[in-house]
């Protein structure tokens, strides 16, 4: 058996006259990885960020499940959401999103530190996760001194962090080439569903989307297919 830790149903979201997503309904197994699949301005980035809360959506409403019940995301206010993102999500994207003046290790203590953690207990469980996802010894690099590969792994850590039960990323491999994709991919995996946490990816990369446990494909804001990888 297993349970949902997002349960979206009739998700649509209009810009304009676009219409990003046209009634999606979509749940997310707690421990899966779902890579969401689909040509440019499918729908994807605007359906992560509604699972997320970071967009609310026109109709529809989208669930989260936790120890502590269930939370209806949609019927929160821009604050709770915002802290909800906070405690229980973390986030990769394309370009990792450091903040380039700040070293390593105080990229991914900044997540703890927002949720209240003193800086030096912060840059000890940051410096924890570093190691874990490969980088001890890096932890004092500015983001500017790490290659591509090494700073997706930063931003990884700190989606990490603070123990988020899932974790969102929107083409995390995007830039690298196809060698550092596939680490990060791993690395990527190892943190999140090697922890039993949840992920759930965008990619348009199907090398990626097949170490994944589930693909949804996307067109025209509709989730038109549905498929696990040979
Ligand atoms: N903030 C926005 N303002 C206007 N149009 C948007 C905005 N976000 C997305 N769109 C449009 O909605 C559609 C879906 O976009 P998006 O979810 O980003 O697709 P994808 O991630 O699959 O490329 C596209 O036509 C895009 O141009
Ligand atoms: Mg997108």
Same mark, same amino acid.
């Given at each position: 058996m297993s *349970?949902?830790?997002?349960?979206?149903?009739? !998700?649509?979201?209009?810009?304009?006259?676009?219409?990003a997503l046209? #009634?999606?309904?979509? *749940? &997310?197994? %707690? +421990?899966? /990885? !779902?890579?969401?699949?689909?040509?440019? =301005? /499918?729908?994807?980035?605007?359906l992560l960020h509604c699972l997320a809360g970071i967009t609310r959506p026109d109709r529809g409403t989208v669930g989260f499940h936790s120890g502590a019940g269930r939370v209806d995301v949609t019927a929160l *206010?821009?604050?709770?959401? /915002?802290? !909800?993102?906070?405690?229980?999500f973390g986030f990769v994207f394309q370009q990792g999103l450091l903040i380039p003046e700040l070293t390593a290790v105080e990229n991914v203590a900044l997540a @703890?530190?927002?949720?209240?953690?003193?800086?030096?207990?912060?840059?000890?469980? =940051?410096? +924890?996760? @570093?190691a874990a996802l490969g980088l001890a010894g890096l932890e004092q690099r500015r983001i500017g001194q790490l290659s591509g590969g090494q700073a997706q792994r930063v931003a990884i850590a700190r989606a990490q962090v603070t123990g988020a039960s899932v974790v969102f990323a929107d083409e995390p491999t995007g830039a690298l080439d196809?060698?550092? /994709?596939?680490?990060?991919? =791993?690395? !990527?995996?190892?943190?999140?569903? #090697? %922890? #039993?946490?949840?992920? &759930?990816? &965008?990619?348009?990369?199907? =090398?990626?989307? +097949?170490?994944?446990?589930?693909?949804?494909?996307?067109?025209? +804001?509709? &989730?038109?297919?549905?498929?696990?990888?040979?």
């Open positions: *349970s949902f830790v997002i349960e979206a149903s009739g !998700l649509s979201k209009s810009f304009g006259s676009t219409h046209a #009634g999606v309904d979509l *749940s &997310v197994r %707690q +421990g899966e /990885s !779902l890579a969401i699949m689909g040509a440019s =301005g /499918s729908g994807k980035t605007t *206010s821009e604050r709770e959401r /915002s802290r !909800l993102r906070r405690e229980a @703890l530190m927002l949720n209240g953690m003193p800086r030096a207990r912060a840059e000890e469980y =940051g410096a +924890g996760w @570093l196809s060698a550092t /994709s596939s680490d990060v991919m =791993g690395a !990527l995996l190892d943190s999140t569903v #090697g %922890q #039993g946490r949840t992920l &759930v990816l &965008v990619t348009h990369d199907a =090398g990626v989307a +097949g170490r994944c446990s589930r693909i949804v494909d996307m067109r025209d +804001g509709r &989730v038109v297919a549905e498929r696990v990888p040979a």
